[in-house]
RNA sequence: GGGCGAUUAACUCAGCGGUAGAGUGCUACCUUCACACGGUAGAAGUCAGAGGUUCGAGUCCUCUAUCGCCCACCA
C-alpha cells in the first residue's frame, strides 16, 4: 500500500464534504453545553423564508455566522446557534399560488408572461378551493421548502444546533404571537381603524409602507375645469384624473389671493355633476400646478388629511381590485387605467381639459409583485409605534445595540424618530390569523386564542373570526425571544437571551431589525441583541444585482458542488468586507479552490513523509506532539533550543493569530481571512515547509531527537486550527489524518490558538528576513543571468560579519532555496558584475558571459529608483517642523531609511562605474 | 426633495495620516520526487478632478464630475 495512492495529488472536496457534514450532524456536535462556568455566546438565525431554496447572500450570512460561531467555540465558549425558517406569509403565498396555477396551465412559454398568468389562475383556484384546503397546500410546500434549506445548510457546514429548530408557525411559536398580540391589544398599542393605507389590487391585499417601492415613472399633469355652481370655473392640476370620481372638494391655501373670493363658493364636479365645496387649507402649495388641489379623501393620505380637518365625505370609487365602484357612476366596473381614459376623454369632449403637461412622478409599487399599489381607506388593524420607538431608540443612542457598521447607526435613528403606525392586517391566508372575534349583537372585540364559545359582554353566540392574518414581520418580530420559549420562563431563555449577535442584511434593518429591537425591549425588558452586523451584498461580477430574470444568479448548489464548500465560503470571507457589496464570480472561487488544494498537497507532503518515517521514529514523533486531548494540540516546545526557522514560525504564528482574532472581533472578515490565506501559502508553504524539507526528507534513526517532525506537525495543525472556522470541512479532514487526531472527535471542539503562543520574536524574524533576502537575491540574479535552470556557485560579500556568520550557519539551506552549488563569504565589497544590494554584494559564479548591458539597465533603473526615494527623505529631513513634530518613532525610522538608500545608491553608481 | 456609498495596476477589490497592496490576468523561465488548482522571476498605478488642513494625505475637510443605493404624502 503506498500512501500516495492513499492521499490524491488533486484535492476532491466532494469525495469529504457530504461525510462530514452528515457526521457534524449526527454527532449533535453543534448543541450548546450550557456550562455555566464558560462564558456563552448565542445568536439565533435569521430565519430564511420557507419560499424556495437558499441563495448565494444566505450563503454569505451563514458563512460569516458559521465562522464567529466556529471561533467562539474554539474559544472554549459555551455557543449556541438556533436555526429555523420563518413562514413568509405573503411570499409563500404567492409561491403557492403559481405552483397551482403552474399545475393548471402547464404549457405556457415565455417565463414573465407565463408567471403572470400562473399567478393570477392560481390566486381563482385558491379561492375556488377555499381557505382550508389552500393552507394544506402550503404547509406541503413548507415541509419541501424547509427541508431543502435544512439540507443546504448541513451542506455548507453550519454548526447550527439542529435540536432547537424552530419555524415562526411552530404550536409554541404562535402562542408566542398571540399573547404579544393580546397584551398589545389590552394596552391600546394594537387598534383596528379606517385609514388611507397601501393596497396592492394584484395581491388584494393592504401592504405596509415598507412594503412599497417608490419609483420614478414619465407621466403626463392634466389640468381640469371644475365650474362653480353660479359662473366662471376654478382648474385644478391632477396626475390622476380619474380619481376625480371621488373628490369631495377643491382646496386652496387661505393665503392665496388669487382664490380669496373662491373659499366656501360650490363646484360642480364635472362628469358626475356632483356639488363639492372649495375649503381653504394650509397643506396646499400655492406655487404647485395652479394652486387648486383637487381632494379625493378614500385614495390619497394628503387628501384624506384634508378631508379630516374639513369633515369631508370619504368617497371610495376603487374595489380591490382597482376596479370603479358603483360612486363612480358610469364609470362603474371599469379597472383604473381604462377609467382615466374614457375620462380623459369625456373631460376633452366637454372642453374641461385646460392643458396637459409631461411630468416626471415617482410611482408607489408593490415590491412583491411591481403592481402600482394603490392608497385606498379600508378597515385594517394597526400598530402603534412610537411609544415602542422610543426605548429601542434609546438602546442605541446609548450603545447597548452596537450596530456595526457605523453608518447604519445614523440610518436606525433616522428611521425610527419619525416612525409611523404599522398596518399588521394582511388580507391573506397564510399566516397567524388575528386573534379577534367580534360579537355581531354587541360588537364586542374578543381576544381568544381559540374560537370562544359566546361573546363575553352579552352571552350571544354570533361571532364573527378576523379572516385576515398578521404580517410575517410581526412574528418573526418575536424571533430572539419566542424561539428560546417565550412566554414560557425557560432555562433556555434565562440563559441564551439577550442575545450576543444578531448578522442580517440591510435589505431588512426596518423591516425586522428595528422591530425586534422594539419588542424585544418591550417583553423581555431587554435587547434582543448586544450587537448588530449588517452584511454587504452578493453582487456579479460585473456589480449587478443578482435576478433570476438577469440569469446572473450563483446557485450556491451548484458552486458548492463545483468547487467545494470550503472553496465558496472562502471566496466569501475573503470578499467581505464591512460596508462593501462583493462582486462574485466563479473565477474568484476557483483561486480559492486553489488555495484548498494547496493546503491538501502541503498535508498529503507532510504526510507522506511521515509514514515513510519506520514504526519507531514516527511513534516518537506522535508522543512529542502529545495525545492530550482536553488542551488540545500540543503547546508551543519548551526545553529545546529552536533553530531559526522554527522560532520565525512560531513568532509569525503568534502575529497573525493575534491579528486574526482582532480581526474576526470586528467582523472584517476579509482581513482574517487574508491573514491566514497568506501565512499559510506564503510563508509556511514557501518558506517553512521548503526550508525543513530536507530534515523531515531523511530517515529518522533511533538517536534522533525528532524535534523537528514534532515543531512541523505543531505548526501544520495550528495553521488547521486557525484555518478551521473558515474551510472546516478540508481542515477537519486532514486534521483527523494527523497522529493522535484519528480518534478524536472533531477539531472543531478543539482550542483556536496554539498553548503558549504569545511572544513574538523579533530577532528571529529579522535574521530570517535577511536569509529570504539573500535567497531572494541569488533567485534574481539567476534569472538575470538566464541561469534558471543552472546549479551555480555564488560568492556573498558583506561588511557585516554577523550577517556573514548567520550566512554560514545557514548555507545549506540557502543553498537549496536558492538553487545554488556551493556559496562562499567574502568580508567587504565585490568587483565589476556583483548583484547589490544594501546589505550584500552577490556574485554568482560561472562560465556564462554576463550580459553587461542587461545588468547595466537594472543598476540604471535602480540608480533612478534609489535617487527618487532618497531625495524624497532627504527632504523630508530637511525639513525643520518635520523633526519638530513627527512622532520620535517616525523621524527615527526616516534616518534609518535616508542611511540604507544612501549605503545603497553609493554601491549601485559604484557598480555602474565599474560597469563604465 | 433629503441621506448614504463608490471612484486605487488590464479586471475585481483591500488599504483610510508616515516608503502604493492582493487575487485574477499578462510576460519569461521551470514538468526538480507535496501541489501546473504548482514554482521562480518580472512588467504594470500623477490612488476621478480642483482646492484646503497637516511636518507629512489614496488616507482628514470642502467643492466638482461620473456611477450606484436608500428614504420621502407635494396634487
Known amino acids: 500500500m503506498s500512501v500516495q495512492t492513499e492521499i490524491p495529488k488533486v484535492y476532491s472536496p466532494e469525495s469529504i464534504e457530504p461525510y462530514w457534514a452528515r457526521v457534524w450532524v449526527e454527532q449533535k456536535l453543534y448543541r450548546p453545553s450550557g456550562d455555566p462556568t464558560r462564558p456563552r455566546f448565542s445568536l439565533v438565525i435569521p430565519p430564511p423564508n420557507v419560499t424556495g431554496s437558499l441563495h448565494i447572500g444566505h450563503m454569505l450570512e451563514h458563512t460569516e455566522i458559521d465562522i464567529l460561531m466556529r471561533w467562539h467555540r474554539m474559544r472554549g465558549e459555551d455557543v449556541l446557534w438556533l436555526p429555523g425558517t420563518d413562514h413568509a406569509s405573503i ?33 381563482r383556484r385558491r379561492l375556488e378551493m377555499g381557505r382550508e384546503k389552500f393552507l394544506e397546500r402550503c ?26 429548530e424552530r419555524f415562526t408557525m411552530d404550536p409554541e411559536y404562535s402562542r408566542a404571537v398571540f399573547e404579544v398580540f393580546a397584551r398589545l391589544y389590552k394596552e391600546g398599542l394594537i387598534y383596528r381603524g379606517t385609514y388611507i393605507v397601501n393596497w396592492c389590487p394584484r395581491c388584494r391585499t393592504a401592504v405596509s409602507d415598507l412594503e412599497v417601492g417608490h419609483e420614478e415613472r414619465a407621466g403626463k399633469l392634466w389640468y381640469i375645469r371644475y365650474p362653480f355652481e353660479d359662473g366662471g370655473y376654478i382648474t385644478v392640476a391632477t396626475t390622476r384624473p380619474e380619481t376625480m370620481l371621488g373628490d369631495t372638494a377643491v382646496a386652496v391655501n387661505p393665503s392665496d389671493e388669487r382664490y380669496r373670493g373662491a373659499v366656501g363658493r360650490r363646484l360642480v364636479l364635472p362628469l358626475l355633476k356632483r356639488v363639492i365645496p372649495v375649503i381653504a387649507d394650509e397643506f396646499v402649495d400655492p406655487n404647485f400646478g395652479t394652486g387648486a388641489v383637487k381632494v379625493t379623501p378614500a385614495h390619497d393620505p394628503n387628501d384624506y388629511g384634508i378631508a379630516q380637518r374639513h369633515n369631508l365625505t370619504k368617497l371610495r370609487v376603487l374595489d380591490e381590485e382597482a376596479r370603479v365602484t358603483e360612486n363612480g357612476g358610469p364609470y362603474k366596473g371599469m379597472d383604473r387605467y381604462k377609467a382615466r381614459e374614457q375620462v380623459l376623454d369625456d373631460l376633452r369632449a366637454g372642453g374641461l381639459l385646460e392643458k396637459e403637461e409631461e411630468y416626471a412622478l415617482s410611482i408607489g409599487v408593490c415590491s412583491r409583485c411591481k403592481t402600482v399599489v394603490e392608497p385606498i381607506l379600508s378597515e385594517q388593524w394597526f400598530m402603534r409605534m412610537q411609544p415602542l420607538a422610543e426605548p429601542a431608540i434609546r438602546a442605541v443612542e446609548e450603545g447597548h445595540i452596537r450596530i456595526v457598521p457605523e453608518n447604519y447607526r445614523k440610518i436606525y435613528l433616522d428611521w425610527m424618530y419619525s416612525i409611523h403606525d404599522w398596518c399588521i392586517s394582511r388580507q391573506l391566508w397564510w399566516g397567524h390569523r388575528i386573534p379577534v372575534w367580534t360579537c355581531g349583537q354587541c360588537g364586542e372585540v374578543i381576544i381568544s386564542e381559540g374560537p370562544p364559545g359566546s361573546c363575553s359582554k352579552c352571552a350571544a353566540d354570533d361571532l364573527r373570526p378576523e379572516t385576515d392574518v398578521l404580517d410575517t414581520w410581526f412574528s418573526s418580530a418575536l424571533w430572539p425571544f419566542a424561539t428560546l420559549g417565550w412566554p414560557a420562563d425557560t432555562d433556555d431563555l434565562r440563559r441564551y437571551y439577550p442575545t450576543d449577535l444578531m448578522i442580517m442584511g440591510f435589505d431588512i434593518l426596518f423591516f425586522w431589525g428595528a422591530r425586534m429591537i422594539m419588542m424585544g425591549l418591550k417583553f423581555m425588558n431587554e435587547v434582543p441583541f448586544r450587537e448588530l452586523y449588517i452584511h454587504a451584498l452578493v453582487r456579479d461580477a460585473e456589480r449587478q444585482k443578482m435576478s433570476k430574470t438577469k440569469g446572473n444568479v450563483i446557485d450556491p448548489l ?16 475573503i470578499s467581505a468586507a464591512p460596508g462593501t457589496d462583493i462582486a462574485f464570480s466563479n473565477e474568484k472561487i476557483e483561486s480559492y479552490r486553489a488555495f484548498a488544494n494547496k493546503i491538501w498537497n502541503a498535508g498529503r507532503f507532510i504526510l507522506m513523509n511521515l509514514h515513510k518515517l519506520d514504526e519507531d521514529a514516527r511513534s516518537r514523533v506522535a508522543s512529542l506532539v502529545g495525545v492530550d486531548s482536553e488542551s488540545g494540540f500540543g503547546s508551543l516546545p519548551t526545553g529545546q533550543t529552536l533553530e531559526l526557522a522554527n522560532r520565525w514560525v512560531f513568532s509569525r504564528l503568534a502575529t497573525i493569530t493575534g491579528e486574526i482574532e482582532r480581526a474576526l472581533a470586528d467582523y472584517r472578515f476579509h482581513e482574517a481571512a487574508y491573514k491566514i490565506y497568506h501565512f499559510f501559502w506564503h510563508e509556511f508553504c514557501d518558506w517553512y515547509l521548503e526550508w525543513v524539507k530536507p530534515e523531515i526528507a531523511r530517515p529518522l534513526g533511533p538517536e534522533d531527537s525528532c524535534n523537528a517532525w514534532a515543531n512541523l506537525l505543531r505548526v501544520f495543525e495550528a495553521s488547521l486550527h486557525l484555518l478551521h472556522p473558515f474551510m472546516p470541512f478540508i481542515t477537519e479532514e486532514l486534521w483527523h489524518r494527523l497522529p493522535n487526531r484519528v480518534q478524536e472527535i472533531s477539531i472543531s471542539l478543539r482550542p483556536f490558538a496554539l498553548a503558549g503562543l504569545q511572544a513574538t520574536d523579533p530577532e528571529a524574524e529579522k535574521d530570517f528576513a535577511s536569509i529570504q533576502s539573500l535567497v531572494v537575491a541569488a533567485r534574481n540574479a539567476k534569472a538575470e543571468a538566464g541561469l534558471q535552470k543552472e546549479k551555480v556557485g555564488a560568492r556573498v560579500a558583506s561588511e557585516d560579519a554577523a550577517l556573514l556568520q548567520l550566512v554560514s550557519i545557514h548555507k545549506e539551506t540557502v543553498l537549496l532555496l536558492a538553487g545554488l552549488e556551493s556559496l562562499e563569504t567574502v568580508s567587504g565589497r565585490i568587483g565589476t558584475g556583483a548583484y547589490v544590494t544594501s546589505v550584500f554584494d552577490l556574485q554568482l559564479v560561472h562560465e556564462k558571459q554576463v550580459d553587461l548591458e542587461a545588468e547595466r539597465l537594472r543598476l540604471a533603473k535602480e540608480r ?27 523621524v527615527r525610522a526616516a534616518e534609518e531609511r535616508r542611511t540604507e538608500l544612501e549605503v545603497q545608491f553609493q554601491k549601485v553608481v559604484e557598480s555602474l562605474e565599474r560597469l563604465g
Open 864 to 890: 533612478a529608483r534609489l535617487e527618487e526615494a532618497l531625495e524624497r527623505v532627504r527632504k523630508q529631513l530637511e525639513n525643520r517642523n518635520f523633526l519638530a513634530r513627527a512622532p520620535q518613532d517616525v
Open 558 to 573: 451548484e458552486v458548492t458542488e463545483k468547487y467545494g464548500t470550503d472553496a465558496v465560503r472562502f471566496a466569501l470571507a
Open 91 to 123: 411570499a409563500t403565498q404567492m409561491i403557492v399560488e403559481q405552483e397551482i396555477g403552474r399545475e393548471a396551465l402547464p404549457e405556457l412559454e415565455g417565463r414573465s408572461a407565463a408567471l403572470a398568468a400562473w399567478r393570477r389562475e392560481g390566486q
Open 139 to 164: 404547509w406541503q410546500w413548507k415541509e419541501q421548502s424547509g427541508g431543502r434549506i435544512r439540507q443546504q445548510m448541513e451542506r455548507l457546514g453550519a454548526s447550527v444546533d439542529w435540536t432547537r
